[in-house]
């Protein structure tokens, strides 16, 4: 194929209109690539589109795409016409496009299909080498039109214009009826040939060193570069670059004489010294690279390649340093956890069409169409519905500037977080801590979380934000555990209330220390207070809405003692509170009537501070008289009082003791007898005798009157 040349004035650089996100036509096969020196632009041809791109070295970015009539092959400027001329070997018109509007403004009629063109400055005619008429066509731009041909010995490959001597070398590749692999000198004075230079196989490009006056010929297949001295047209060197490194393409570096071939079977440019006729080194580049030219407004070397891009050659340190139209990713992945995963697939646009590539173990590097999306898997294949390896990374983006992406997948399983709560729900649920993705974070409840497998969860002790000092939703256990598997987790809250409770003594002595009998988390339990001495109070938390007790009263170490509280020591738990318990001794006084249907004592009896006088009053039955009362601790009483007045200083145990009555008639002043006892008969002498040895018997019971101080 022919390289793109121009030559001609140089004129100021005229700018090109520029689109936003102007990217590539795809696919775009780029075989061939020329520097404008009018503009400073490089344009490449598209073998995918039938087009030209038109990139801007300085932004490293393509500006506009030129729609052609046929297949480019082979480019060509005039600086005087602002037109650039491409050659179609499809088909036998040349298009012509104004490079400063990017628009094709007119076609050639060359007669012929054409492998290659070049523009002598010096007569303004173009000259098209053509493989299927082994010719010349020279053509006027002007006129749009043949004026000559000039006949070749064999088939034409390549062709180039040199300014230092004026003429056009063809290269030429010999046919079994024409054997010979040479470079042809055509005069363009005379349209003739005047010379063949014998050259190495399939002369496939050809170039100019301008400073030092060679013409620089590749021979693709026998794999060396010749050199050229146009002043006698003789090779002065040969260079060897491998056999069956394809050679395709070379340009020249005016800054330090050293010419870049490309080659295009090794995936490589290399970097010939003119000065000793060795290869100097060799850059890696992107398959398949073909195109090549020098910019001496940057200083670097543009390859082309068929997979859609151009890359940029930094000629100080002689390495890739951006690329054009594509960018390069290098996708690596790694993975906690168990295997069963499937690799990892990037997912990416090349050259127009969406390829899928797996990542091996040691990482992928591919060049994507600039502009165009990547994606990788948020999800690994091979997950399934109860294990998972997923990241939560970004895994899609648009290709940008070369770029390195590695991602970490989890190895995961679902677990359903559920909680009840009892005594009434909170107004939120609680968050449980666990790992996602290798960092901690906030689980919801009540729904699934995939989480790091062999990883730990906790619920929270309290629900902290509808909790308070004195209220709360509190969980019964731990609520850890260690996600192995998929399956769900069910924790209950209770809600409670807190109850600070205090009790003391007033009067002598100290009370016992009373139990506190709540409910806890569910289950009932029973507590002994601390001693008030030695802790003031205390706070306890007890479930809602269940019912609450404290000792009350206490019993002494006495029968017949007890400590005694007037506060509620019960309840039903429905919000926080306060109890402060103030107990008392008291003394128990009973009271009883003997026989008990022989009258009543009141009161009935009860519980009394010490030192409390309590009075009693006894109330014959009809009947019955009262003959005494017997108080416990003291010696009997036989008087016949009706009242009793009795201080505690002791447990107390009155009795009232009662008898039959004997009736007795009292004659009021006035006259008429009047019973005793009203209602009853007059007894009978026996009768009487029976009331009083039952009177007897009991004064014969012992009576005593307890007073304790």
């Known amino acids: 194929m022919s390289m793109w040349t121009t030559f001609g004035g140089l004129g100021p650089r005229s700018s090109v209109a520029q689109g936003e996100g102007v990217t590539l036509l795809r696919p775009a096969y780029l075989g061939e690539l020329a520097y404008n020196p009018a503009n400073g632009l490089l344009y490449a041809s598209n073998d995918g589109n039938f087009s030209a791109a038109v990139i801007d070295p300085k932004s490293a970015s393509v500006v506009a795409n030129v729609r052609l009539t046929g297949f480019p092959w082979g480019i060509a400027f005039s600086s005087t016409l602002d037109e650039a001329f491409v050659g179609n070997s499809s088909g036998t018109t040349i298009s012509v496009f104004n490079y400063k509007t990017d628009a094709l403004v007119s076609t050639i009629n060359a007669q012929v299909t054409t492998s290659g063109i070049a523009f002598d400055p010096a007569n303004g005619r173009l000259y098209a080498a053509s493989a299927t008429a082994r010719s010349v066509q020279v053509i006027d731009p002007a006129s749009r039109s043949v004026v000559a041909t000039v006949m070749l010995p064999t088939i034409p490959e390549e062709i180039l214009y040199d300014p230092s001597n004026g003429m056009i070398y063809v290269g030429l590749y010999g046919t079994s009826l024409v054997p010979g692999e040479k470079v042809a000198v055509v ?117 082309a390649s068929t997979s859609g891009f151009v890359q940029i050659i930094d000629t100080t340190s002689n390495a890739v340093s951006g690329t054009i139209g594509a960018s390069p990713l290098t996708v690596g992945y790694s993975v906690f956890g168990e295997p069963g995963y499937a690799p990892l697939q990037l997912s990416f646009m090349q050259n127009g069409v969406l390829t899928k590539s797996p990542v091996p173990p040691g990482g992928l590097h591919v060049y994507a169409d600039s502009g165009s999306t990547w994606a990788v898997q948020q999800v690994l294949n091979g997950s399934q519905a109860s294990r998972r390896w997923a990241t939560n990374g970004v895994t899609s983006g648009v290709v940008g500037p070369p770029e390195l992406l590695n991602f970490t997948y989890y190895e995961q399983v679902p677990i359903y977080f559920g909680y009840s709560a009892a005594g009434g729900s909170p107004p939120q649920p609680p968050s449980i801590r666990g790992v996602e993705f290798g960092k901690a974070a906030s689980l919801p409840a009540d729904s699934a979380s995939w989480v790091d497998r062999g990883t730990s969860y906790q619920y929270p002790g309290t629900l902290q934000a509808a909790s308070s000092s004195v209220e709360r939703w509190a969980l019964t256990g731990n609520g850890s555990g260690v996600a192995l598997s998929a399956g769900s987790v069910n924790q209950e809250y209770y809600h409670q209330f807190s109850y600070t409770i205090s009790y003391r003594s007033v009067g002598m002595g100290f009370v016992p220390s009373p139990t506190l009998t709540m409910t806890y988390f569910g289950n009932v339990t029973s507590t002994k207070l601390p001693n008030p001495l030695i802790t003031s109070q205390s706070s ?170």
Do not use: C, H
């Not at 393409?249 to 440019?269: H, I, Q, R, T, W």
């Not at 080194?281 to 030219?293: D, E, K, L, W």
């Not at 103030?582 to 519980?607: F, I, K, M």
């Not at 002791?650 to 005793?676: D, K, R």
């Open 187 to 303: 005069d363009p004075s005379t349209n003739s040939v005047v010379k063949t230079i014998p050259v190495g196989y399939y002369p496939q490009g050809l170039g100019y060193d301008a400073v030092d006056g060679y013409v620089l010929s590749l021979g693709s297949s026998s794999g060396n570069l010749a050199v050229i001295k146009d002043s006698t047209d003789s090779v002065v060197a040969n260079v060897t670059l491998g056999s069956g490194s394809g050679p395709f393409a070379v340009a020249f570096d005016s800054g330090n004489g050293m010419a870049y071939v490309s080659l295009s079977s090794e995936n490589k440019v290399a970097v010939v010294s003119l000065s000793t006729f060795s290869v100097a080194t060799t850059i890696p580049v992107a398959p398949v690279t073909q195109g090549i030219t020098f910019d001496p407004g940057t200083g670097n070397v543009y390859v």
């Open 540 to 709: 306890y938390w007890m479930d809602a809405g269940k019912s609450w007790s404290v000792t009350n009263p206490i019993p002494a170490g006495t029968a017949g003692e007890r400590w005694y509280s007037a506060r509620t020591a019960s309840g039903t738990v429905a919000n926080a509170a306060s109890l402060n318990l103030t107990y008392q001794l008291q003394y128990q006084l009973s009271v009883a009537a003997s026989p008990t249907n022989g009258g009543s004592v009141s009161p009935d009896g009860g519980w009394y501070a010490p030192g409390t006088t309590v009075e009693l009053a006894a109330t014959p039955a009809s009947g019955w008289r009262l003959i005494g009362w017997n108080v416990s601790a003291g010696a009997p009483s036989s008087g016949q009082a009706t009242n009793e007045s009795v201080t505690l200083l002791s447990p107390t145990a009155v009795v009232a003791q009662f008898s039959l009555g004997v009736v007795t008639t009292t004659t009021p002043a006035g006259g008429g007898g009047i019973p005793e006892f009203p209602g009853q008969v007059v007894a009978t002498a026996m009768i009487a005798v029976l009331i009083a040895a039952a009177y007897l018997a009991v004064r014969r019971q012992k009576s005593r009157r307890t007073l304790k101080g």
